[in-house]
């Protein structure tokens, strides 16, 4: 469903203007950051004075370079990702602009596959990573998370010769919380009845949160805001569909596309480019270090163990914005979210919402085979 | 190669006997406790006044149950070892008698699939997880995992009504580390060319290693020593072999098996039914809990980032065992080994070791196809 919201043109657009900013920045000696998930706090990398920008990716055509290292049967995240590392790094033209821009590669101990990858990746450009524990319920969990973020502090004071200040901390925390409350505002106009935007749309617009610097991500998101306030909504007459799953990085949305394309009308995401970027925010009046640590450690993300909070907020999410069924996204060999798929079955079962479970790589050979699955969704749900 | 080693019959006839035990020791009111992985001491759970069991799976007939709530494509071992589980608590006569006899499962946060199936196991058999950093290196990660190790005490302080005192512990760890130096005697005999035993019938040992209890697999291990030290060792004239990756858990010998038949002599294993389980011994003299913390932290598994202890570890022994080639096993689908397999291959490369790789699972479809590629392997080398 092609849009004609005015304010939607900055994200399409600002692909170039960002890419130049980078370039002017690191030339006045700025150091920039590249991240690949949500377990990385930007405010520590902001705090420092670094920039940053996302190396996650979603093209399939960077792929058949990293399966020369890497396995074929892992997830293709990761091998789009390495591959355009890879590509960059021996002068290809496959990979996006991004990589040269890095002058490092911060990563996390998240999954087996990203956590592999980086060992490899780190022959490529410099790579620092930061450990997770994955159980983060207790007290000691939380104190050794901490620890991991004050030591990735002292790198970044490193990098760029800044100290991360309390004060600075702080502000990064108020900023990025600002963020959250706009990405509020814009999710809470999705409630409505129908949405004034389709799924595929605001997708576009998360995948920038990482790549635009923040306040230029808030000024277009407050513009498309402002802009969905005032105008009519299109007529979305589908079912209201939620996708639960995996992150869908920029260059795949062909999960997002097709049930739009068949009629559905996605108004939620509980995914790393959905809700679980912004949902919680960081105590503005707690100690600056334990309220980050508090707040990373409590994304949903089904590498932790257990995960009962994603599953309570699936419930939650569903009812707040009145789905009719949900879309249980996986990247294809993603074993921490494909096993969570039972539990969440089991939980939106209780609660008599239907689920269509959809495990993908980036090509597009399953394309059709996923349109017909969504149809027949579509129809049983309608 | 059919062994005439008299004393392996203990091994193969100490199933029924060890179950029988087990039955006694729960009548008598002790508690027993199922383990999935290296990472959980043993020495803890002794000294709590617990027996303990594996709960591992190597059989390919409990997978079918399995798949009934987990992905098709995850690794064999977790839904091997799940099978059996949900197979015995539904009443079911396709898993082992293990299951019945415990009173908790104790797992472990290691790769996303075990870590992950454990909390589906928690619908059928109470679990119990211990979290492990996965970047050990640091004092603060010695710190967690050694908050976990305390909090699994109190756990099976709980569980048996026994305190574990520092003496307790005391004697557990030379336990431990005397069967761990008896493994070393056995593994040393196995330097020797042509080595005195072969490397199907010595997994078949290692795997009762977390079987029996620790004084009756002490006690077949050194009347095992005690034989070849004295017997004329058959004749293996093939080229001595490394298998380095994933561990083979009862039921699972395809890959050596097919070695062995096709010439080739295996005369070590890089796994966690190798040399992994017993190559780092306790340090006796340190404070106990920081002893124990250190050396399970040390274990060279590739859920761990980074690895370079196990690339080091395999070139170490692929020299002392004077290996003509190493093949690395990988369950199918096991991104950390598999990936990992990167790092392995450049490092035999650069000391000029062929390396031969073979992903699989359980069932017999690729046994053929094994056969052939280890015959043109062996041949390649010989």
Same mark, same amino acid.
């Given at each position: 469903?092609? #849009?004609?919201?005015? #304010? ?13 900013? !980078? ?12 991240t ?25 055509d960077?792929?058949?370079? $990293?399966?020369?290292? *890497?396995?074929?049967?892992?997830? /293709? ?23 040269? *821009? ?21 022959? =490529? ?7 997770? /524990? ?9 104190? =050794? ?12 004071e %490193? !990098? ?8 600075? !901390? ?23 009845? +129908?949405? +004034?935007? %389709?799924? #595929? ?16 991500f808030?000024?277009g ?34 999960? /997002? ?19 679980? #970027? ?9 100690d /600056? ?28 999410l $569903? ?25 969440v079955?089991? $939980? ?8 269509? $479970?959809?495990?993908?790589? =980036? %090509? ?7 349109g017909i699955?969504?149809?027949?969704? *579509?129809?049983?749900?309608?």
């Open positions: 469903m092609s #849009s004609s919201l005015l #304010s939607l043109d900055f994200f399409r657009d600002s692909y170039e203007p960002r890419i130049a900013q !980078l370039k002017r920045e690191r030339e006045n000696g700025m150091k920039v950051v590249g690949f998930c949500l377990y990385v706090p930007d405010e520590i990398i902001f705090a420092a004075g670094a920039d940053r920008i996302v190396l996650c990716g979603g093209r399939t960077t792929i058949p370079v $990293a399966e020369q290292s *890497l396995p074929r049967n892992i997830c /293709p995240l990761i091998k789009s990702s390495f591959g355009a590392v890879v590509d960059a790094c021996c002068g290809g033209d496959l990979s996006c602009a991004h990589v040269p *821009l890095v002058d490092v590669a911060v990563a996390e101990a998240t999954c087996d596959g990203k956590k592999k990858m980086y060992e490899v990746l780190s022959d =490529y450009v410099p790579t620092y990573v930061l450990d997770l /524990p994955q159980k983060p319920g207790s007290p000691e969990a939380l104190e =050794y998370f901490l620890s991991e973020l004050r030591k990735f502090a002292v790198f970044m %490193g !990098l760029t010769g800044h100290a991360v200040t309390t004060d600075a !901390l702080k502000r990064e925390i108020r900023s990025a919380n600002e963020t959250k409350r706009l990405l509020h505002r814009l999710f809470e106009l999705r409630m409505r009845d +129908p949405p +004034p935007i %389709g799924g #595929s749309e605001v997708l576009r617009v998360m995948q920038k949160q990482f790549f635009l610097a923040p306040d230029q808030r000024q998101v407050g513009r498309l805001c402002d802009e969905l306030e005032q105008v009519a909504p299109a007529a979305r007459t589908g079912p209201r569909i939620m996708i639960s799953g995996c992150p869908m990085a920029a260059g795949n949305t062909k999960v /997002p596309d097709s049930i739009e394309q068949k009629g559905g009308v996605i108004v939620v995401e509980e995914s790393c480019t959905g809700t679980r #970027s912004f949902w919680d925010l960081v105590d503005e009046e707690a /600056p270090w334990t309220a980050l640590a508090e707040r990373y450690l409590e994304i949903p993300c089904a590498c932790m163990t257990p995960n009962d909070e994603r599953i309570a907020r699936i419930v939650d $569903a009812k707040r914005y009145d789905v009719r069924g949900v879309v249980y996204y996986t990247l294809q060999f993603c074993h921490a979210y494909n096993i969570e798929r039972l539990r079955q089991q $939980a939106l079962k209780r609660e008599k919402i239907p689920m269509l $479970a959809i495990e993908s790589d =980036y %090509g597009d050979a399953d394309v059709e085979q996923i699955r969504i149809d027949a969704f *579509l129809e049983m749900i309608a």
